[in-house]
């Protein structure tokens, strides 16, 4: 016996009324990437619900593939069984034994939705609740606290059954509420701010800055391992690596040296901001925390976005770090982050930055320089990198060739 279909449940897209279409339009194509890899999946979504449909695929590792989806609130493997007796007692107690954590105490929750069968109600929740009993040890019924609710459902065409509620991703599906370019630093703040971006509905892409030979091959990597760890959310992410060297080398000699980072962060924002006109974003997202660093004061932050009238995210602006490490722990980008290989921006951290920069005195410290060539050039030479996990699967599939 195989779990044979999963139930899929919204949350938040179930509050869109009108726009509730569109949304599970949207999610539905994403739980088609993000299954790519079990083509004889089926999945039907309706208006309330979505069924996954496994069609002989692993139950558990469909499940941990949609635990990541945003959109979905929360999933629950299900059987579908003929309508007899000992096939849903049997079945019952096969969905106990196969849950994600052990119980200790249950609830049969019988529904005739067929008024043709011959038990009711309540004989359907004493005969399954007692074969349950009497074939599995240290099991109890509790009415009204139960570890498990088990539902079963007795319809013109069969039995279904479910009960357990796996917790998933929540938010709203990528792609709904646009695009935006992410300002990938190689620390922990920022891939934390791309991940809480896409739970809002947000497709990004991600901005790094690369300063060879301050910055090393492996810094770059770091970067390359961070955008491919984004991509798992949504099976794809476009990483555009940006040479900033030659602007660097320019700030350290035109700028004063407590202004060097002030003005580094406003030219970043112009060469993403470029970026994002190029790929048709409507926003740019960053890591900032507002006081954790000098760049990040309400100062700081008031004289960098001068640059740009784009609307800028900070999903991280309240929070403590602790909290963003907390997080980054949880999705799994804390030991690349932590990587001991150094950022563009660390590399060239003033001994004193300034915290509270004022605009005038940097338009002025900026106005002996024509920067815009600069930012022309490293748009033109930016790399771009696209990770997929359809083509991550058939590089897999050729490589096993050889």
Same mark, same amino acid.
């Not at 938010?171 to 190689?186: E, H, R, T, V, Y």
């Given at each position: 016996m195989k779990f044979d279909h999963i139930v899929v449940r919204y949350g938040e897209i179930t509050l869109k009324k009108r726009n509730r279409k569109s949304f599970i339009t949207q999610l539905k194509k994403n739980v088609k990437n993000a299954l790519m890899d079990y083509p004889d999946v089926r999945i039907e979504a309706q208006h309330e619900r979505m069924y996954i449909h496994l069609n002989g695929a692993g139950h558990e590792e469909v499940i941990d593939r949609l635990k990541k989806v945003y959109g979905?609130?929360? $999933?629950?493997?299900?059987?579908? +069984?003929?309508?007899?007796?000992? =096939?849903?007692?049997?079945? =019952?107690?096969?969905?106990?034994?196969?849950?994600?954590?052990?119980?200790?105490t249950f609830k049969i929750d019988a529904k005739r939705a067929d008024k043709t069968f011959p038990y009711s109600t309540y004989d359907l929740n004493g005969l399954i609740g007692g074969y349950c009993l009497q074939h599995k040890e240290g099991l109890k019924v509790d009415v009204h606290n139960p570890e498990l609710k088990l539902r @079963? !459902? +007795?319809?013109?065409?069969?039995?279904?059954?479910? %009960?357990?509620?796996?917790?998933?991703?929540?938010? $709203?599906?990528?792609?709904?509420?646009?695009? =935006? /370019?992410? /300002? $990938?630093? %190689? %620390?922990?703040?920022?891939? +934390?701010?791309?991940?809480?971006? /896409?739970?809002r509905g947000v497709e990004i892409e991600c901005v790094h800055f690369y300063s060879p030979p301050f910055t090393s091959e492996r810094s770059k990597q770091k970067v390359?391992?961070?955008? !491919?760890? $984004?991509? !798992? @959310?949504? %099976?794809?992410? +476009?990483?555009?690596? @940006?040479?900033?060297t030659e602007i660097q080398k320019l700030i350290q000699k035109q700028i004063p040296d407590n202004y060097t980072m002030t003005t580094t962060r406003r030219l970043m924002l112009r060469v993403t901001d470029a970026i994002r006109e190029q790929r048709k974003a409507l926003a740019i997202v960053t890591g900032e925390s507002l006081g954790q660093v000098a760049s990040q004061t309400m100062e700081s932050m008031y004289t960098i976005n001068e640059v740009t009238n784009t609307p800028i995210l900070r999903p991280l602006l309240a929070m403590d770090k602790t909290e963003i490490i907390e997080i980054a722990e949880r999705i799994g980008t804390h030991d690349i982050s932590i990587r001991p290989f150094e950022d563009c921006c660390t590399v060239f951290t003033p001994a004193n930055p300034k915290t509270k920069p004022r605009r005038e005195k940097v338009n002025h410290y900026e106005s002996f320089t024509d920067f815009n060539p600069y930012i022309q050039e490293a748009v033109e030479k930016t790399e771009t990198i696209i990770f997929s996990s359809k083509e991550k699967k058939k590089a897999e599939t050729v490589e096993e060739l050889f």
């Open positions: 979905i609130s929360s $999933l629950s493997p299900a059987l579908k +069984v003929d309508k007899e007796i000992p =096939a849903i007692q049997e079945s =019952a107690l096969f969905y106990i034994n196969h849950l994600s954590r052990d119980i200790t @079963v !459902e +007795v319809r013109k065409d069969a039995a279904y059954i479910t %009960g357990e509620k796996i917790a998933a991703a929540g938010g $709203l599906p990528i792609g709904s509420s646009g695009s =935006a /370019m992410l /300002m $990938l630093s %190689g %620390g922990i703040d920022s891939p +934390v701010a791309g991940f809480l971006t /896409m739970k390359i391992d961070l955008a !491919e760890k $984004l991509s !798992e @959310v949504n %099976g794809r992410m +476009v990483l555009h690596i @940006v040479p900033f």
